[in-house]
């Protein structure tokens, strides 16, 4: 055997002088490693990066969760508990877990730690961090760090087994003697981390496994932390202990984000988050890391998020079901061979849109496999044997959950897509193949049915994303949305209120635009639920106004006609109207001049002076609310109801408005449902759908219509079409 190629002895004026000789060498060779430790582990770059990353310029802490999610033993229905609220708009899976514990104290508890995680959970990145956190004594400061890339390893082509590699490793810290390497194993001196347990190939497996056993049974007083996917072959290995690495939480995703950019664009971090906490689809997407960087490359780039999250998705499951492995040169070994990247995603689609369409977020494996079956069984040449068609059907899930993380096992023998964004962006595929492959009348069928539902508004704002032209499901949800109110006289008469106010002003905005508003206005006050509180400073949020025209602010853009119809309806309001409240509304009243020449804006031409005159009359009724509060109380309780009513009966005469609808609960959930689909059909149009001019101005032209108008639309449509192919 070669001597050492240095002197081993350490300087004791420059070490402990307490220390024995093995912990003297030991600090030496952590000192002189620590370059190579630095060179391996210091930077990562993952997806589209254009250079390498500092490590701890972005690195977040990890959580683990120390039961394993997919071993708790729970029925679906107590998932459904936890997940998804009784007003269910998106369940919140990420409440399915355990307490979390910091992953570094889990190294520090376990000398022996298996970490697993779902693709892109970034276990590699936390190795990492763990050896570069030991380089740097801050944990296991009395050990040698030493990180191993279990793949590189396997495929090496001498073939070395484990204790030569990590020996070869030592060799380049300069020491050249095995006794001494083998006598600081024996002793427990090394912290060994090897990487990627799953990325090993099916043929080197078996012998991967077996010499990490030996490794760690003869060498067991060394700390060994090993990464392995979920779901990947089952390894057992008695001594270690096994932990889940933990989705971010939402301080976990602001952190990122802000060590992201800090040394990027500072400014962006914060609307980054911003951003993100807006959406909720596209926050489940950054509970993931890899899925996060590709969030923070996107945003890096555009300032923003692409108005079609229908792209952002589709780059998300490619990332999974394609990029991530080829980008790392690493091949999954083919668990069916007819079973391509393509046909994993028609099968997923398939998958989704049956559970989708049952309300079904958790599945039991034996429905997931039946559906592989049925699908696999019509592949070219697929053995249709029923115990292979089994067999395949298991080892097809299986892969679809290791390689891709797609699928999880939330509890025991209970399956969900990963994300619910998958879930509905699988489903929308599924829709818009049937839609425009085979035009299903099933499809149009169950489609109508879901247009109200909260659950499949993210699905229709992806399908029409999805098809090459939008027109016909468009088209379809406009005539489903009229046909939810058309029998209700009272509702259509409000409607035609709604209309006949809107053509009376004279505007710049669209039609549908000052429909919406007397829509909001009034809704706002009859069942402030569907629209929420409008603000005249503020302009609209989240009304049907904003969403048809984002810029709106009524204080500023809005005719003055709708202004002064603001102001005299928010004086109807019994919970806001006193003396002062009522003063304020008239002065803002007679500030606006809604006289101009011409202007008419009900059936009655009224001047200024007219309603001026009669609220001050109606004004000087109540008593001085300053000179004695307790006096206009007791006036206001025998007197105020007969007041209001006055006031209405004026603003009712005078603008037409403030009308007291009486709608019954049963009428307000229907028109909360026409608002509410609406609102969708508003937000896909908006959307970066193809649609043509023609589809979108019938929609836009008929929209908040009652059906009397719209089928006088239709008829003129036709006379025109008719007219014109007669000429």
């Not at 679906?76 to 979390?100: M, Q, S, T, W």
């Not at 190939?201 to 060498?219: C, G, M, V």
């Not at 818009?432 to 299903?440: F, G, P, R, V, Y």
């Not at 001049?593 to 009724?621: A, R, Y």
Request: glycine share 4%; charged share 25%; aromatic share 10%.
């Amino acid at each position: 055997m070669a001597k050492p190629s240095v002197a081993l002895e350490p300087q004791t004026d420059k070490l402990e002088q307490n220390a024995s000789p093995i912990d003297l060498i030991v600090q030496e060779l952590r000192q002189k490693g620590s370059a190579n430790i630095q060179q391996k582990c210091g930077t990562m770059r993952v997806l589209d990066m254009s250079q390498p990353i500092n490590l701890n310029n972005i690195y977040t802490s990890v959580n683990v969760l120390e039961k394993i999610s997919g071993r708790r033993r729970l029925e679906i229905a107590n998932l459904i508990k936890i997940c998804v609220p009784e007003d269910f708009d998106r369940p919140g899976f990420g409440k399915v877990c355990e307490e979390r514990v910091s992953g570094i104290k889990a190294v520090e508890k376990y000398s022996k730690l298996l970490v697993l995680g779902k693709p892109g959970a970034g276990k590699t990145t936390f190795l990492k961090h763990l050896a570069i956190q030991c380089n740097l004594g801050i944990i296991q400061a009395d050990k040698i760090p030493v990180f191993i890339s279990l793949k590189n390893f396997a495929e090496a082509k001498t073939k070395p087994n484990l204790l030569e590699s990590l020996t070869q490793q030592v060799s380049g810290f300069l020491i050249d003697d095995e006794e001494l390497i083998e006598k600081l194993l024996i002793q427990g001196n090394f912290f060994i981390l090897l990487d990627g347990l799953d990325e090993v190939r099916e043929k080197d497996s078996n012998r991967i496994f077996k010499e990490i056993i030996y490794l760690s049974e003869h060498f067991y007083a060394n700390s060994f932390v090993i990464t392995c996917r979920l779901a990947a072959k089952e390894y057992t290995f008695e001594q270690f202990t096994e932990v889940e690495i933990a989705d971010f939480d939402d301080q976990q995703i602001f952190t990122f984000a802000k060590h992201w950019f800090q040394h990027k664009s500072p400014s962006k971090a914060e609307l980054f988050i911003q951003n993100i906490k807006a959406n909720q689809a596209i926050k489940e997407l950054a509970t993931n890391p890899l899925l996060l960087t590709m969030l923070c490359l996107v945003f890096e780039e555009l300032d923003k998020f692409p108005s079609n999250y229908l792209e952002l998705y589709k780059e998300g499951v490619d990332i999974l079901l394609k990029h991530w492995d080829a980008k790392r040169n690493i091949e999954r070994d083919k668990i069916y061979k007819n079973l391509s990247l393509q046909s994993k995603e028609d099968l997923l689609s398939k998958i989704a849109l049956i559970t989708f369409k049952r309300g079904e977020y958790f599945f039991k494996p034996k429905e997931i496999k039946q559906h592989i079956t049925d699908y696999i069984r019509n592949l070219p040449g697929a053995n249709t044997a029923p115990e292979a068609l089994q067999l395949d059907s298991e080892a097809v899930l299986k892969s679809i959950e290791a390689q891709h993380g797609l699928l999880v096992e939330r509890a025991k023998g209970i399956y969900s897509f990963s994300h619910l964004t998958f879930h509905e962006y699988f489903t929308a595929r599924a829709i818009a193949d049937n839609l425009e492959k085979i035009n299903s009348e099933n499809t149009w069928e169950f489609l109508g049915e879901k247009i109200t539902y909260k659950s499949w508004r993210e699905v229709f704002l992806l399908t029409v994303g999805m098809l090459s032209s939008a027109d016909k499901l468009l088209l379809f949800m406009k005539q489903k949305i009229d046909e939810l109110i058309a029998q209700d006289q009272d509702l259509q008469k409000f409607l035609t209120w709604v209309n006949r106010k809107s053509c009376a002003v004279s505007s710049n905005f669209k039609p549908v635009i000052v429909r919406a508003f007397y829509l909001d206005l009034d809704l706002a006050r009859a069942y402030g639920v569907i629209c929420g509180s409008l603000d005249l400073a503020r302009g609209f949020d989240k009304t049907l106004t904003r969403a048809l025209s984002p810029d709106l602010t009524l204080d500023l853009a809005l005719d003055r006609v709708l202004a002064l119809n603001f102001t005299l309806d928010l004086a109807l309001d019994p919970d806001r109207v006193h003396a002062d409240v009522f003063k304020r509304a008239i002065n803002h009243a007679t500030a606006i001049d809604f006289g101009l020449e011409g202007n008419k804006d009900s059936d009655k031409v009224v001047s200024p002076t007219s309603l001026s005159e009669s609220l001050e009359q109606l004004n000087k009724q109540l008593p001085h609310f300053d000179k004695d509060r307790e006096q206009f109380r007791a006036w206001w309780k025998d007197n105020g109801g007969a007041w209001i009513e006055k006031l209405r009966a004026m603003i009712v005469y005078y603008r037409d408005i403030g009308h007291h609808w009486q709608f019954s609960n049963q009428q307000k959930e229907m028109l909360k449902k026409y608002y509410e689909a609406n609102q969708l059909l508003v937000h896909c149009l908006n959307s970066d759908c193809y649609v043509t001019q023609k589809a979108r101005q019938e929609i836009e032209e008929t929209m908040l219509l009652p059906i009397v108008e719209i089928e006088q639309y239709k008829n003129s449509f036709l006379e025109q079409r008719l007219q014109s192919r007669l000429v």
